[in-house]
Antibody
């Protein structure tokens, strides 16, 4: 079955970077974008950006421009999201998701908790 | 900046029909299709409705969506206790060149 499995929880200090992975299975990895969405504790969903696994091209929400980098490794069907210069405001659950249509996110990873604390 | 506005809360009793609204602030998003997600406590969001009215395989037909102009609605009929969750609308934002989510609506089954 189509599945996205994310890496485990992370605890980082302010100013550090975090890299979250998202391994796809059950479909052709290069056929669908991978989106990243985050959710701060008790808050709503926030779109971070997306990557085209086929070309490697990406686009990011302006909020994260300059701090986020999305990459992929097609040899292992895995997408990555790296966020730098972390602050406590980056403490959140981070999800990867595969779209059904351009804007609808159908398959979601289980989420990765990132905690930023000194 | 484009915004999708949802009521923060909604409620209903078992068996009732409830609706959740989603209003777009601008034409950047108002002309695009709306998707709906259900997020049960402690879990990842689940796509309920895409392209305004379509249900992915496995979503019960108790869930339905509609859109008129810049406003959309999610209707849940035959409300069940397991429908208690957060519901988000989402769409493509042409100016953001990305996905925009509404603020979410917490549905309580009384």
């Amino acid at each position: 079955q189509v599945q996205l499995v994310q890496s485990g929880a992370e605890v980082k200090k302010p100013g550090a970077s975090v890299k979250v992975s998202c391994k796809a299975s059950g479909y052709t990895f290069t056929s669908y974008y991978i989106h990243w969405v985050r959710q701060a504790p008790g808050q709503g969903l926030e779109w971070m950006g997306r990557i085209n696994p086929n070309s490697g091209g990406s686009n990011y929400a302006q909020t994260f421009q300059g701090r986020v980098t999305m990459t992929r490794d097609t040899s292992i069907d895995t997408a990555y999201m790296e966020l730098s210069r972390l602050t406590s405001d980056d403490t959140a659950m981070y999800y990867c998701a595969r779209p059904y249509t351009t804007s609808s996110l159908h398959v979601w990873g289980q989420g990765t908790t990132v905690t930023v604390s000194s | 900046q484009s915004v999708l506005t949802q009521p923060p809360s909604a409620s209903g009793t078992p068996g009732q029909r409830v609706t959740i609204s989603c209003s777009a602030s601008s034409s950047n998003i108002g002309s695009n299709t709306i998707n709906w997600y259900q997020q049960l406590p402690g879990t990842a969001p689940k796509l309920l409705i895409y392209s305004n009215t379509q249900r992915p395989s496995g979503v019960p037909d108790r869930f339905s969506g509609s859109k008129s102009g810049t406003s959309a609605s999610l209707a849940i009929s035959g409300l069940q206790s397991e429908d208690e969750a957060d519901y988000y609308c989402g769409t493509w934002d042409n100016s953001l060149n990305g996905v925009l989510f509404g603020g979410g609506t917490r549905l309580t089954v009384l």
